[in-house]
């Protein structure tokens, strides 16, 4: 059962990044200007440093390749503080359990 | 005011010193902790894979699992595996029973002995002769109660280390999927591992093998009982009574 | 940035650094392997492939704390700011090392066997609810995957394109990957390594991380705190005195909204921006007027102090706020004007009766 899961798992991922290899050259040769007019005339290094993110993000890079027409807003990253206190929270959060995972992982040992 | 760095602009004086500063401290903190770690790695014990192709000369045989019986008194008994994480069975099969001289690599840790067998099919010599030799069993008897951990033999005694532990877990576990014979080494005894079989003193194999598979690598309490074939110290267990430490 | 992509913008400082990584991580896997095998040798050798498997796990898990320390260390200590100018590439090579350590794992552990090795990787252990026996493998495994989505866009065309704002939120999943790893290594490795010193020193590392991130976020908030402003009329927030700000530099305040302002001087010329740089949301109050820009201290982007706008070629665009001066204090309108709107200066010498 596990190995017949896991073989389906590795064939799912492996499809997804056989897809998304395959349309990350179409993307570079062809899409990328379309989508951010920076591309154009930017060189080759560039297209191919980023193959590997259009490969693996090739549902989203997709979906702004189909969108490219309606414009593109990148928009403003937003207000300072509630970012700040989100990093705050996550690790008043995440320290103790940092801390009891590794206690816990010790004493079982 | 204070002195301001920006990426692309040259670095002021202060900040630089700051940086240099930096770059030591950074260094030595990697150089002491890759000190440390390196030199704190666990004794990965004194199994050695051979150096060169030997030859065992010998009775083949494949019950409970592939091995060679060695001519001689007391009776020696060396587990046959294959190249790779795979056991012998289907080789040994066209020559079981008969008197074969075997190349390959012997792996050895203590007393305790296997065979790698060649790859290629004139590594199994077949010697003609049909030679009637029995193992020699002494039936499980003693109700035993073992801490240790179940290991994969070849890795263990020599083809990787160290070969036991958590994490050779998952490569423990495909050596005795792919058909390596279960071995059991218990806590201070490292050179004497004991070969697993079922209550019957068969082979572990299907669900009871799976059941193995879950525990390898780990540490475990095994309630068995001892034996011995030939030269190898055995274990009768029921796989479902294993426990976890 | 908005000239045609390159590769990597590299410059003399981004050339040092880099050179500075590779070094270290050099120094790093050559003292392990070279110390791994003095340790243990003979009929007691390691063999080569694990060495080589621990030289480069425990070199990304170092990696990974120290470009974990970098963050806090620079909010903490302005002289920290180079080592967060090409943090970006420490991230790159800290993936490239736990890539290198996952793959030695992948043919070692997992090859040679009757299943494929991804297969194995999956199936061979699936004691998921066992803490001793979990598979600590996919642990590391799912840490790998996302430091991979983060050196994959850490391009800036991806910044650009995934939105700074969802860039963020991405890369901040490292957290996450930094979780995953400690539990990898105490479910993993710590768990067949008796020796004390790996418990002691995975510990102290959790707690140098935690500890500086908590220490610098607990700052961050008292001084948002301190720095917040009362309105004193319908329209106007009395942010500080107008001698307070040094010339060439800010004083940040935090509005009633949450918002924080950058009241910049330069001259005799008062201008009042977002505090948060629109390229990695960057302290721009930290920064400096530099050639009669704002100067972001994280990346070094650059912002007109009458309009928030990047000078061009570039096209990055900040909220403006009106300010004026009042009997010796600046006051500050708290509705944020659209990106790159420009509002005339206050002057430091101005009276103004409203």
Redesign the interface.
């Known amino acids: 059962m596990a190995l017949l899961i896991a073989r389906l798992i590795v064939i799912v991922l492996g499809g997804y990044a056989l897809i998304g290899f395959i349309f990350a050259i179409a993307f570079v040769i062809s899409g990328v200007e379309r989508v951010d007019q920076n591309a154009t005339g930017s060189t080759r290094g560039f297209r191919l440093i980023i193959i590997p993110g259009v490969a693996g993000l090739w549902p989203v890079v997709l979906a702004k390749w189909l969108a490219a027409r309606r414009g593109r807003h990148a928009g403003y990253i937003g207000s300072a503080t509630s970012d700040m206190s989100l990093h705050l929270r996550w690790w008043l959060v995440m320290t103790p359990l940092l801390i009891l995972a590794f206690i816990v992982a010790l004493i079982n040992r | ?9 040259e ?1 002021p004086r ?2 630089r010193r ?2 240099l500063g ?2 030591v401290i ?2 030595s903190v ?2 002491g ?16 894979w051979g150096d060169e192709i030997a030859e065992l000369q010998g009775t083949l045989i494949d019950t409970p699992y592939p091995a060679l019986l060695l001519q001689g008194q007391p009776q020696q008994m060396v587990l046959l595996v294959s190249t ?3 056991g012998a069975r289907e080789r040994a099969a066209a020559h079981l029973g008969r008197s074969v001289r075997v190349h390959g690599t012997i792996l050895q840790r203590g007393r305790a002995r296997l065979l790698e067998v060649s790859d290629g099919v004139d590594a199994i010599e077949n010697l003609g002769a049909t030679i009637d030799r029995d193992l020699v069993i002494a039936a499980p008897f003693a109700a035993v109660e073992l801490r240790g951990e179940i290991i994969d033999p070849k890795c263990y005694l020599g083809a ?3 070969g ?8 423990a ?3 005795l ?3 390596i014979p279960p071995m059991f080494v218990e806590d201070g005894k490292p050179d004497r591992p004991y070969l697993l079989l079922d209550m019957q003193g068969h082979a572990l194999t299907g669900d009871q093998l799976e059941t193995i598979i ?2 390898v690598g ?2 475990v309490l095994l309630p068995a009982r001892a034996g011995s074939m030939g030269d190898l110290p055995t274990l009768a267990v029921d796989p479902a009574v294993i426990r ?1 430490r | 940035m908005s000239v045609a992509y390159r590769t990597v913008q590299w410059n003399a400082h981004k050339r040092v650094y880099d050179l500075v990584i590779i070094a270290g991580i050099g120094l790093y896997l050559a003292l392990f392997m070279v110390v791994g095998s003095l340790v243990w040798r003979g009929d007691h050798a390691i063999s080569l492939m694990i060495l080589l498997i621990r030289a480069f796990g425990t070199c990304s898990v170092v990696m990974l704390h120290l470009v974990l320390c970098i963050g806090p260390l620079a909010r903490l200590e302005p002289r920290m700011a180079p080592l967060l100018y090409n943090r970006r590439h420490f991230g790159v090579a800290t993936f490239l090392v736990g890539l290198g350590h996952a793959s030695l794992v992948l043919l070692w552990y997992h090859g040679f066997g009757v299943i494929s090795p991804p297969v194995s990787l999956l199936a061979s252990n699936v004691q998921y609810r066992s803490i001793s026996a979990f598979p600590f493998e996919m642990l590391g495994a799912i840490a790998l995957l996302i430091l991979f989505l983060m050196a994959a866009t850490s391009h800036d065309f991806w910044l650009a394109n995934l939105s700074p704002r969802v860039w963020k939120r991405l890369h901040r999943c490292v957290y996450l990957a930094y979780a995953l790893l400690v539990a990898h290594v105490a479910l993993g490795a710590l768990q067949s390594e008796r020796a004390l010193i790996y418990p002691t020193i995975l510990g102290a590392g959790v707690v140098l991380v935690s500890g500086l991130h908590l220490a610098a976020g607990l700052r961050e908030n008292r001084r948002n705190r301190q720095r917040r402003v009362e309105a004193v009329s319908e329209r106007w927030i009395n942010a500080c005195n107008a001698t307070d700000i040094e010339d060439g530099a800010a004083v940040t305040v935090t509005l009633p909204t949450g918002e924080r302002v950058a009241v910049y001087r330069n001259g005799t010329n008062l201008s009042a921006i977002s505090d948060r740089c629109a390229h990695q949301g960057g302290p721009l109050g930290e920064g400096r007027i530099v050639g009669g820009c704002v100067t972001c201290p994280w990346h070094g982007y650059q912002y007109r102090p009458e309009d928030g706008q990047s000078p061009p070629p570039y096209t990055e665009k900040l909220p403006t706020y009106r300010a004026t001066v009042n009997a010796g204090r600046v006051m500050i309108d708290p509705l944020a004007l659209p990106p790159g709107t420009r509002v005339e200066p206050a002057r430091i010498d101005e009276v103004n009766d409203e």
Request: hydrophobic share 40%; glycine share 12%; aromatic share 10%.
């Open positions: 005011m204070s002195e301001f760095y920006v990426g692309y602009l670095m202060g900040v700051f940086s930096l770059v950074v260094f990697m150089a902790v890759a000190l440390l770690l390196a030199s704190q790695q666990r004794d990965p014990g004194d199994a050695r790779g994480k795979q990787m280390k160290p036991e532990g958590k994490t050779h877990k998952a490569c576990s495909l050596c999927r792919g058909g879950d525990f780990e540490a976890r």
